[in-house]
């Protein structure tokens, strides 16, 4: 099993035995730091720093603010974060310890003012502005607005023979806008009501069933993983391809993580596996992913940089108890790392692996 605490004390006492004569400051409170500094006692550890708390005392350890790291004339410091993060810390304290000649580590003993202004410049377009990018955007744009209706919406009008194309639409839009949501055709049923439009709940389950057939949705179910079983109150339902969602709806409400959960549900289904929504403990797993004997269970977040989202997003894997593979997919930018066996993977490097 994957011990994180002895990993990071392996990878310290590799990269720093070197620096054990010289103060050092590690950044980072939290238990990493106090499970690390109980085996590296040896070391001169002048004190800790974080982006937060600016005083006071933890792990026996003073906390340190700049003027602080000043007077000490340190010039290391280690950062002890998850990777996902290391890149944020860095940023926040850059100017800093470039302007003081302070350089700064990760625990594999990475510069990472290498590390980050290597990954800037292989970044397309990172340092142009807003206004150019979006410039930049619509010379290339390839979707019209009326993709949509004209290559599914309308053949499921004239294959279905649909009445009332307007009120087609608006459900087309409430699925689109409610992409990776709990849906029920009664939900729909009743939020069309209020908008003065007379629709039964079983129009709805027709209309849905149409879009899906047609491939614009794809409907996922619920599935009880301890009692081993569907549930059938709500369901999920993803757009084939978001951006139709954009070109009919505009940036409107634009919501990042759950786009990027849309992109991993649809991708999953094209990687052949049958995919479900998992439900334990009244908590939920974003998707539990089957394949002939494989089977994995995955959340997806757009950024866990803060403690709290990562803890939302483990926490519920961590409360399954049987062997399969468990794995979040977010933004990270960082290599794919583990925390208590559950792989922590960037979704740009998910998507494009084999």
């Known amino acids: 099993m994957y011990d994180e605490a002895n990993y990071i004390y392996q990878e310290f006492q590799k990269n ?3 620096k054990k004569e010289e103060p050092l400051i590690l950044y980072g409170i ?4 106090g499970e690390l500094l109980e085996r590296i006692q040896e070391y001169q550890i002048a004190g800790l720093m974080d982006g937060k708390k600016k005083e006071g005392t933890i792990w026996d ?3 340190l603010d ?3 790291v000043l007077k000490l004339k340190v010039k290391t410091i280690v950062v002890i974060a998850r990777p996902a993060v290391i890149g ?3 940023h926040r304290i850059e100017g800093f310890c470039t302007g003081n000649g302070i350089a700064v580590y990760d625990v594999k003993g990475n510069d990472l003012s290498e590390v980050y202004t290597n990954q800037e ?3 397309p377009y990172f340092h142009q502005s807003y206004d150019d990018l979006k410039r930049e955007a619509e010379k290339h744009e390839v979707i019209s607005f009326d993709v949509f209706d004209t290559l599914i919406v309308r053949d499921i009008r004239q294959k279905y023979k649909i009445r009332n194309p307007i009120l087609m639409n608006r459900i087309v839009d409430f699925l689109m806008d409610n992409a990776s949501n709990l849906t029920s055709a009664r939900n729909i049923a009743d939020s069309l009501t209020n908008q003065k439009d007379k629709i039964n709940h079983k129009t709805v389950g027709n209309y849905i069933e149409y879009l899906c057939n047609a491939f614009a949705f794809y409907k996922l179910r619920r599935y009880d993983i301890r009692g081993k079983k569907y549930l059938s109150s ?8 978001h ?4 070109a009919k709806l505009g940036t409107k409400n634009m919501n990042r993580g759950r786009t990027i959960e849309n992109i991993v549900a649809v991708e999953l289904l094209r990687r052949g596996y049958e995919v479900y929504v998992g439900v334990l403990y009244k908590k939920e797993i974003d998707f539990v992913a089957l394949k002939r004997n494989e089977k994995i269970y995955i959340q997806v977040s757009d950024d866990i940089t803060e403690e709290k989202t990562f803890e939302r997003e483990v926490s519920p894997l961590l409360q399954i108890k049987d062997a399969y593979p468990k794995m979040v997919i977010a933004r990270t930018r960082c290599e794919e790392y583990q925390y208590e066996g559950i792989r922590v993977v960037d979704v740009a490097d998910w998507l494009t692996a084999d």
């Open 243 to 246: 951006t139709f969602r954009y």
């Open 61 to 63: 350890k003073p906390i």
């Open 66 to 68: 700049y003027q602080d």
């Open 121 to 123: 410049h292989d970044i």
């Open 30 to 33: 939290g238990k990493r730091t």
């Open 88 to 90: 944020v810390i860095y």
């Open 16 to 18: 720093f035995a070197e």
């Open 234 to 241: 709500s369901d999920k339902y993803y757009l084939s391809d």
